[in-house]
């Protein structure tokens, strides 16, 4: 049964950094595209970074130059580096598994229950 798990998240000042992990089993991380989600407050899900079975990446221009992602085939996982953080990066990270890189939340078959980061001084 595959499943994915967040972890990573937590308070970081403005201008810090954090490392979120996702974690998976069931399936090879390598075999799907996995993707990191977020949600503010009452804001809508975005897309943010992409990472396709044939290593292509995909990045939304709002974390462009301060965010990476990162696959690791050996412990499955897949994270998200994010330096240089904002206020307004403030919101729960999720990551999803699909067939590939789309915008559109509703393409991506599982999710994981999501890790919260908070940016504040």
């Known amino acids: 049964q595959a499943q994915l798990v967040e972890s990573g998240g937590g308070l970081v000042q403005p201008g810090g950094s954090l490392r979120l992990s996702c974690a998976v089993s069931g399936f090879a991380v390598d075999h799907r595209a996995i993707a990191w989600f977020r949600q503010g407050p009452g804001t809508e899900s975005e897309g943010i970074s992409c990472?396709?079975?044939?290593?292509?990446?995909y990045s939304a221009d709002s974390v462009k130059g301060r965010f990476t992602i990162a696959r690791d085939n050996a412990k499955n996982e897949v994270y998200l580096q994010m330096n240089s953080l904002k206020p307004d990066d403030t919101a729960v990270y999720f990551c999803?598994?699909?067939?590939?890189?789309?915008?559109?939340?509703?393409?991506?078959?599982?999710w994981g229950q999501g890790t919260q980061v908070t940016v504040s001084s």
């Open positions: 990472i396709a079975s044939d290593d292509k990446i």
């Open positions: 999803a598994s699909g067939n590939g890189c789309w915008d559109r939340p509703g393409e991506y078959e599982h």
